[in-house]
């Protein structure tokens, strides 16, 4: 097996390994010289050399890559190919937008970028966020890891413009804008809403949304919303949380009973100062 020594470092660099630092611009580069001899993993299998600017992993399954920077941090916090993660499969991968960055892993791949850091994605959530359109889709790069729900079988990540929700019942679906303040507001899927079951679709009013979840919907149209639940569990109207439910019969209800003026024209609250004119208004 070769191996090349790079002075003033008095370290060697040796076969896979060395072709993949002589690849990369060896010591002129961004892994810098040498800080190690070639070490055995501690799954006795694979491989390394330690530079001043990163490392070169390699294993007989995936090659030999360098892992750097942000990446090598990140890997590192879920314990490097020990860890679930596992070795790296390709180099860093520059992205289209010419300042993000992709390292893939046997088992997730880490996505990085000035704005929102290193972060891995994996599994069902990382298909959607790729079915999406990915970093150059509505939701933009990860600005999370991949959080286990606190039910312990669910999972999400957070997004620069919302998240992407999975759980083995309901499958990944992304929630953003006034519905993900609704369903966020309510306590997420541990709210009365559960996890969602769609993805958000086009209403019949023109602009309007809606979303399916395990208990009920959500449905935004412009600038209001209205969250349908289960008969049993009310109406919610606009920002301001869940009402009760609606009286049966409003002129036999106590007055706390609410009153929803949505389907209501507008009428002025006066025609002369301290005159109060009935309403012109009826219901549509």
Known sequence: MACQTFPPA?????????DKYLQTGGPNRFLLFPKSNELTNPDGFGRRSEFLGGNIYWSAATGAHPVAHEFLTKWGEYGYEGGFIGYPTTDEIVLTDGIGRRQEFQNSWIYWHALTGAHNIQGGIRDKWIETGAERGPLGYPSSDEVVAPDGTG???R???GMIYWSPNTGAHTVTGRILQVWSAAGYESSHYGYPTSDAVPATEPGAFIQQFQLGSIYVLEDYLRALLVPAQGFASYDTG???AYCPDPLNSPPTCPVDLADYDTVPDHDVIGQWSPPSGHLR
Do not use: K, M, Q, Y
């Open 242 to 244: 869940l009402h009760p």
């Open 10 to 18: 008095p370290f060697s660099v040796c076969g896979a390994i060395l």
């Open 155 to 157: 999972r999400f990540n």
């Open 159 to 161: 997004f620069e413009r």
